[in-house]
């Protein structure tokens, strides 16, 4: 069972650059989230999705894009990449939305520099 | 804008001990509560959901008070391998969770 796989797991940018975080779930769960961590920080939601062709804004989207045009997966774009955004990034799915919790992905550490 | 505290930590225990974890959320809404676990530079796991009723699973014991606003988590009888942060989560709406910033427990020999 492979759960929620997140790639790649380590990545440096130099500002300026643009990548997309990579996020596929095999659970055929319809919610799907982006969050971010930084050091002694608590997990901040950037973009979320209830739904193929459906997506939201959470508490920090600014400089990230999202798309979801399958179930299994939701691509995390960042454009114009600043230091600011040296973070860890972790991909979550769940069932039901927030009644049965979350699956988590493995994250992706970001360094700009 | 809604959140989740959490005591400040860390949590230095020696192994054999009781240790007890709060939180408290401000959202009067919320339905869904979640205490996770996260070890270091690892994602977090679910630990167990909180029940109105309380709820216990093996020596990890979860309480909510909602008049309060607050939910527990008591560990009993630690373990070196018990040490990680312990997260609080409550959901916002249907939709979403919100994290607390962690605990950080430590287990000593």
């Known amino acids: 069972n492979a759960g929620v796989t997140q790639t790649p797991k380590f990545r440096i940018l130099k500002i300026g650059q643009s990548m997309t975080l990579q996020c596929t779930q095999d659970?055929?769960?319809?919610?799907m989230y982006w969050y971010r961590q930084d050091p002694g920080m608590g997990l901040k939601l950037i973009y979320y999705?209830?739904?193929?062709?459906?997506?939201d804004k959470g508490e920090v989207p600014n400089g990230y894009n999202v798309s979801r045009s399958t179930t299994e997966d939701f691509p995390l774009r960042l454009e114009l990449a600043a230091p600011s955004q040296t973070s860890v990034y972790f991909c979550?799915?769940?069932?039901?939305?927030?009644?049965?919790?979350?699956?988590f992905g493995s994250g992706t550490r970001l360094t700009v520099v | 804008r809604k959140e989740v505290e959490q005591d400040p930590g860390p949590f230095n225990v020696p192994e054999g001990a009781t240790v007890a974890f709060n939180c408290t959320y401000s959202?009067?809404?919320?339905?869904?509560f979640f205490w996770y676990r996260q070890d270091c530079r690892k994602e977090p796991k679910l630990l167990m959901s909180?029940?109105?009723s309380g709820n216990e699973d093996g020596r990890f014991t979860a309480q909510l008070n909602r008049a309060s606003q607050y939910i527990s988590l008591l560990i009993r009888d630690s373990k070196l391998s018990d040490s990680a942060t312990y997260l609080c989560?409550?959901?916002?709406?249907?939709?979403?969770?919100?994290f607390g910033k962690g605990t950080m427990l430590l287990v000593s020999p």
């Open positions: 659970m055929n769960h319809n919610y």
């Open positions: 959202n009067s809404a919320s339905q869904s």
């Open positions: 989560v409550v959901n916002e709406g249907y939709s979403t969770l919100t």
């Open positions: 979550a799915s769940s069932e039901q939305g927030t009644h049965y919790g979350y699956t």
């Open positions: 909180v029940y109105s």
């Open positions: 999705s209830v739904g193929a062709g459906i997506t």
